[in-house]
């Protein structure tokens, strides 16, 4: 069939799947041929839920040989034994199922994309986002946003889920609880537009209040990684936004530490020193004791997060064993500070990083199962995707970007797996201020 405006709806014995062009939160249709997105309309929407993302051109095969697709059904059985197929070629939808005589049943329904629940959800969520900042996404004034990181440093110094280092302050090691489900963000550099993006999808925003999830950042939030290098604005927004997170939500959002959340002169970008030109706009702006301040944000930052589901650092593991005293106390140890925050793994044209024998020893140093999924950041295995499994052959060992212009990546738990969900980007930004001006006082009511 041609590429239907209306949700597609696939009937698999018991099991459903909708199919539907991914729709931008403003209602609208991204440029070219839009990704399609697979998902349970069954699932409790307001639970943190799994989705298939299809692009042009490429296949759906509803098969148990799928990684991660039994998180996208109650009964996966049911739907596995049908074996269907799409493929999404240009603008036609081709529908197969090999095995008819079990009954595959494919629907057009009626809603209009633009009305349907995914778009009210997410414009929910922004309006939400809206409201805990306090109105349109702009940089604080010096007063506030000194006030709000002083506020945020008070609370890192207790933070939630650290054990305290030898000198009673939260320390470099996040522990988080069974009961919480994790959210783990990759570098971001700035790019607030798909923060925005992965803040306004799924049920993030629902959990966080609730204090069933946890977000958590792995490092490198900003200094932008595409030109110009040496912009450093969308930082400070960034930052903003980030703090009034954490002291709206102080026990579900967490921030490991980077390379790039720095001053430092090593900090840079194609020869552009950012670390030191991020000190520079930041005395600019807000002064030396502001400066002072997010120096000590970044030496009161956790260097490691550890669930029963994944351990995460942003670069990756020391190049010498390690204990976890010494993730707790940290500041007294910068040499393992360094390597958490530095270290890229072993590739061509790059012989000095770490190796499969290096995860080995970092897993055996912190009695870990050999199976915990390891989470890092920091290095883009190549110039497409923004995830990558089971890197440079070592087996659960993923690294996940969520800077890239085009789409951004994370990972979340499911059924007590961490999976990785892709997100297509959008520009939110402008649309989300234009939105919050029409909702400020003395304005017309919200209007999509």
Not at 334 to 349: A, S, T
Request: charged share 25%; proline share 6%.
């Amino acid at each position: 069939m041609l590429l239907p405006r209306r949700p597609v709806e696939v009937e698999l014995g018991s099991e459903r799947l909708h199919i539907q062009k991914e729709i931008r939160c403003d209602g609208s249709v991204g440029p070219g041929l839009p990704d399609l997105i697979v998902f349970n309309p069954d699932l409790n929407p307001t639970q943190i839920n799994y989705s298939l993302r299809i692009k042009p051109g490429q296949s759906l095969h509803i098969s148990h040989d799928e990684p991660n697709q039994e998180h996208l059904f109650r009964k996966p059985r049911e739907a596995f034994r049908r074996n269907f197929y799409l493929d999404y070629e240009g603008e036609n939808l081709v529908f197969r199922d090999p095995i008819s005589e079990l009954g595959t049943f494919i629907t057009l329904l009626e809603e209009d994309i633009e009305q349907s629940p995914i778009v009210a959800r997410r414009q929910q969520a922004i309006d939400k986002i809206i409201a805990l900042y306090g109105g349109p996404l702009k940089t604080m004034s010096r007063h506030q946003a000194l006030d709000t990181l002083q506020q945020v440093n008070s609370l890192l110094k207790n933070d939630a889920f650290r054990p305290k280092d030898a000198n009673g302050t939260a320390g470099g090691l996040l522990r988080l609880p069974a009961h919480v489900t994790p959210v783990v963000i990759g570098d971001l550099h700035a790019n607030i537009d798909n923060l925005l993006k992965i803040l306004s999808e799924n049920a993030f925003i629902w959990a966080l209040e609730k204090k069933s999830a946890v977000l958590v950042f792995l490092g490198d939030l900003v200094q932008p990684d595409s030109e110009p290098y040496d912009e450093m604005d969308s930082s400070v927004l960034m930052m903003d936004f980030l703090f009034k997170l954490k002291l709206h939500f102080p026990d579900g959002i967490f921030f490991l530490r980077g390379n790039h959340d720095s001053f430092a002169v090593e900090a840079s970008k194609d020869l552009v020193p950012q670390g030191v030109l991020w000190r520079k706009r930041l005395e600019q702006l807000r002064g030396t004791e502001y400066c002072e301040k997010m120096a000590h944000f970044y030496d009161l930052s956790p260097v490691i997060a550890l669930s029963e589901n994944f351990v995460a650092c942003h670069a990756g593991p020391p190049f010498n064993r390690i204990d976890m005293s010494q993730v707790v106390n940290i500041r007294s140890f910068p040499d393992v500070l360094h390597d958490l925050m530095w270290n890229r793994v072993r590739r061509r044209g790059y012989p000095s990083g770490y190796t499969a024998s290096d995860v080995r020893r970092f897993r055996k140093s912190l009695n870990l199962a050999k199976e915990l999924p390891f989470l890092v950041g920091h290095t883009p295995y190549s110039d497409t995707g923004t995830v990558w499994c089971d890197v440079a052959g070592i087996r659960h060992h993923h690294i996940l970007y969520s800077a890239k212009k085009g789409e951004s990546a994370i990972f979340i738990r499911v059924n007590g797996q961490m999976v990785p969900q892709l997100y297509a980007a959008e520009p939110l930004l402008e649309w989300v201020n234009k939105r919050a001006e029409k909702n400020s006082p003395g304005s017309k009511a919200i209007r999509s």
